[in-house]
């Protein structure tokens, strides 16, 4: 079965620093990846998507992503973090018409 | 921008009883689904569903679980008899095609 990890829980960060979130996927001769953000009371915004081509993709708020097919990864980052990219953040892989995702990791900035 | 609307934002009921979780998906949008995330863990598929039937359906979505599109706006979520084990946040969601998928703010559900 398709998984998803996301092997960090928690990360804090300095505000203005850079910040990378790790994902590594299970399965997919050509996987369908996204990164949702969750702020606290609300719902799963998108930040970004690969399907396919160019391996850095960029998002929404100045997040990017690379995929990196020979280690199965997805991994989130940006270079300069604000206060309000504080949130949980969820890396998640299509399986059929479903999403399955990682567990999440949860992002504090720190002043 | 449109968005997916849910309600309401909170739900409290007694174990035993029904409860429906309304759900607006996006006007234009063909496919609908609905996820759970029990508090502390991560957000886990339910079901899809497509042209008025279900696409795909995970193993938690027993008997005790129906999905229904009454008219052409809403999309619910019916569970039958619900357990303490139900308590989590449900989420509707909706794409034009296969994902993304945009979803609502979801709907707290705590079974007492």
């Known amino acids: 079965a398709q998984s998803v990890t996301q092997p960090d829980i928690h990360i804090t960060v300095s505000e203005g620093a850079s910040l990378e979130l790790r994902c590594n996927y299970s399965y997919g001769a050509t996987p369908y990846l996204f990164w949702y953000v969750q702020s606290p009371g609300q719902g799963l915004q998108l930040l970004l998507k690969y399907f396919s081509g160019d391996t850095l993709v960029q998002g929404i708020k100045g997040f990017e992503a690379e995929f990196k097919r020979s280690q199965s990864s997805f991994n989130l980052r940006k270079p300069s973090v604000h206060w309000s990219d504080a949130a949980e953040y969820f890396c998640a892989n299509q399986a059929g018409t479903a999403l399955i995702f990682g567990k999440g990791t949860t992002l504090s900035v720190s002043s | 921008e449109p968005e997916v609307t849910q309600t309401p934002s909170h739900q409290v009921t007694q174990m035993g009883q029904e409860v429906i979780l309304r759900c607006v998906p996006i006007s234009n949008h063909l496919y609908f689904y609905w996820y759970r995330q029990i508090l502390g863990q991560k957000v886990e598929f339910l079901v899809s569903?497509?042209?008025?039937?279900?696409?795909?359906k995970s193993e938690i979505f027993d008997d005790q679980f129906s999905v229904e599109r009454p008219d052409g706006s809403n999309f619910t979520l019916k569970i039958r008899s619900t357990k303490l084990e139900d308590s989590a946040m449900y989420f509707c969601?909706?794409?034009?095609?296969?994902?993304?998928?945009?979803f609502g703010n979801g709907t707290r559900l705590t079974v007492t």
């Open positions: 569903f497509y042209n008025n039937e279900i696409s795909e």
């Open positions: 969601a909706s794409s034009e095609s296969t994902p993304p998928l945009h």
